[in-house]
């Protein structure tokens, strides 16, 4: 699934997204690179994240997450970052 793979949430409830800060809050930090070369594949199926270096992978997430927020895919309010639950990578749903 790719970033164009997400193109009408209009039909989507509160109870449909997660707030992206706090879930990243939950998990525990040695499992967050984990947790974000496996969003990043999910949403940029066709790149190779395990060899990327961690500083790397944590600027193409906030790339990718400001991406997904001008393509009306995740919404923000205030200073809440509303992820559709579908973009959290299935091994680390049961943190949300």
């Known amino acids: 699934m790719g970033v164009d793979d997400f193109s009408d949430y209009s039909d989507y409830t509160d109870a449909d997204y997660t707030d992206w800060h706090a879930l990243e809050q939950r998990i525990p930090l040695d499992d967050l690179p984990t947790f974000h ?38 919404r923000r309010e205030g200073d ?12 680390f749903r049961h943190y949300l």
Do not use: N, Y
């Open 37 to 74: 070369r496996a969003f990043l594949a999910g949403v940029q199926p066709d790149q190779d994240w395990d060899g990327v270096f961690l500083r790397q992978i944590q600027s193409k997430v906030q790339a990718s997450l400001k991406q997904l927020e001008r393509s009306g895919t995740i």
């Open 80 to 91: 809440t970052l509303l992820v559709p639950r579908q973009l959290v990578p299935q091994t």
